[in-house]
């Protein structure tokens, strides 16, 4: 089986889109992380890609192919990388998590769960064209402290 990286590559080599060494940048950096412009560019300055202004354009570039998506967790964006065609994880429908002791992200791939939406006598005959969700919260036997060590937060054992 193909890993979701992999897979992605390999979507945008058959869209016949380019794939520099920043647009790879940029993707490696987002795989498995939902980052704030200011800690994807610190990331890109450890890859050796300073200028602000192309990491901009090809951010932008990205998210046109609906390569990368933006979600806003307590009013910061973070861009966020779409993953393969297993993932009910898209550019227009994606359900987050996040711990509100140390604001970290994990992303719900739960088929059932976005059936659940959908499916729901609310939405009937709705045609769901966005469905964006970021549940915010404590985590259970909530714990400042231990939430702090990435090991002992109950969001980090989701993903
Ligand atoms: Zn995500
Ligand atoms: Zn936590």
Do not use: W
Request: aromatic share 6%.
């Amino acid at each position: 089986m193909m890993k979701p990286i992999e897979e992605l590559y390999q979507k945008l080599r058959d869209e016949n889109i380019r794939i520099t060494q920043q647009r790879r940048a940029i993707i490696e950096a987002l795989a498995g992380n939902h980052l704030t412009l200011q800690d994807l560019h610190l990331a890109m300055k450890l890859k050796g890609f300073r200028n602000l202004g192309t990491i901009y354009n090809n951010l932008d570039f990205l998210m046109d192919q609906k390569i990368i998506t933006e979600v806003y967790i307590k009013g910061k964006k973070h861009y966020d990388l779409v993953m393969g065609k297993e993932s009910h994880h898209t550019a227009d429908q994606h359900i987050h998590l996040s711990c509100s002791v140390n604001n970290r992200i994990v992303e719900i791939d739960d088929k059932d769960l976005f059936d659940l939406i959908k499916n729901h006598e609310i939405f009937k005959g709705f045609n769901i064209n966005k469905m964006q969700i970021v549940v915010e919260g404590e985590c259970p036997n909530y714990d400042p402290k231990s939430c702090k060590i990435t090991s002992a937060c109950h969001v980090a054992h989701l993903t």
